[in-house]
């Protein structure tokens, strides 16, 4: 066998041995391995396929017809037997076959039946043209109304579970700090102080230096509890009940811990500036200056010159030309109850328009 040979043989083995016999998926491994030995098979046969496609004339489809030696590969590789023949006698077929029945797709109208009734085979790509006068395939011409809609949604998913996951981490990791400062501040005793020096031995001295790692085990799993309670109960839907349940601690004490979190990641937002967003977020806008009210310059008096104060005139009478009971009673002060005023004469209509 030729070196060509061996290696297909090496590469279909690898494959069969990384295929599932009972129909299971694939690991991540075997579907690496798969994949390798697959391209190693289409390299090492990639003459033959070009050879196969000239010989049936189809390099003006070059593309289709890689595609279908692709899957000739696929379906030899499925009814291989080792003990019948040889890969590269099974490949060989299945590559024949699939390339004849992509012709006989293609070229219809060359068969003697189509050419009795003249028929034509066209192209869907051909159906629809660009401005520039470029074909455009169907699947071009399809468009998705909500794809731009659901990216933007997905895409401000992804951002907000980022930021919440960051700043529950800030939090986190300012609790972990507190609480190794109460560890260290710890009174313990002096022979048990020696103990863990000697156990640990030098070593240069880092944040957790001088703890015991029982204590910092204890602090861990208490960090991951609370992160756990913060993660569902501030920025998720679970309830007491069910934290409760899963946690192991009390719903008094799981509303205490969401209560506390949430003022402390308030803070942390606010003075973060990796989440200087976040903590503008949601606040009242700077309220807006009314302009101060104008002066009021309307006269007291009303304006003679509008229509409706133009049907009565006011005038000045000299009470001596009145009859003399009014006019006595005006000079001696006494109050006049009504009068007789001179009635002006209704203007038409046409001064007040």
């Known amino acids: 066998m030729s070196k060509i040979t061996i290696a297909l043989e090496a590469a279909v083995a690898t494959v069969i041995e990384n295929t599932p016999q009972d129909g299971a998926a694939r690991s991540n491994r075997q579907r690496v391995y798969v994949d390798r030995a697959f391209a190693q098979i289409l390299k090492l046969i990639a003459p033959r396929i070009r050879h196969f496609v000239r010989q049936y004339g189809l390099t003006a489809h070059w593309e289709d017809a890689e595609q279908c030696c692709a899957i000739a590969v696929h379906r030899a590789i499925e009814a291989y037997d080792p003990a019948k023949a040889q890969f590269t006698t099974f490949v060989n077929w299945q590559i024949r076959g699939e390339l004849q ?3 006989f797709r293609l070229m219809t109208d060359q068969r003697p039946s189509a050419k009795k009734v003249e028929a034509t085979t066209v192209s869907l790509s051909a159906l629809a043209t660009s401005p520039d ?6 699947e071009a011409m399809i468009e998705d109304e909500d794809a731009l809609s659901r990216t ?6 992804y951002l907000a579970e980022g930021a919440v996951s960051e700043l529950i981490d800030a939090y986190v990791d300012q609790l972990r700090k507190v609480g190794v ?3 260290r501040r710890r009174p313990r005793p002096k022979r048990a102080e020696a103990a863990l020096r000697r156990a640990e031995g030098p070593r240069l001295r880092s944040a957790t230096h001088g703890i015991d790692p029982a204590e910092l085990e204890k602090l861990e799993a208490k960090l991951a509890r609370d992160r756990e309670i913060v993660e569902r109960r501030v920025f998720q839907t679970a309830t007491l009940d069910d934290l409760s349940l899963d946690t192991g601690v009390t719903k008094e004490r799981v509303r205490q811990i969401t209560k506390r979190a949430a003022k402390a990641i308030a803070e942390i937002a606010a003075k973060d500036p990796r989440f200087a967003v976040m903590a503008e977020y949601g606040q009242p806008g700077t309220p807006k200056r009314r302009p101060a009210p104008a002066a ?4 007291i008096l009303p304006d003679a010159s509008l229509p409706h104060n133009r049907l009565a005139s006011v005038r000045a009478v000299d009470p001596t030309t009145l009859s003399p009971v009014i006019a006595t009673a005006a000079q001696q002060g006494e109050r006049v109850e009504a009068i007789q005023l001179t009635v002006a004469p209704a203007p038409s209509t046409a001064s007040l328009h």
Do not use: F, K, V
């Open 101 to 103: 029945s992509l012709r």
């Open 152 to 157: 933007e949604a997905a895409a401000s998913d």
């Open 133 to 138: 006068g470029d074909e455009i395939s169907p």
């Open 296 to 299: 009021c310059t309307t006269p």
């Open 181 to 183: 400062e109460a560890l």
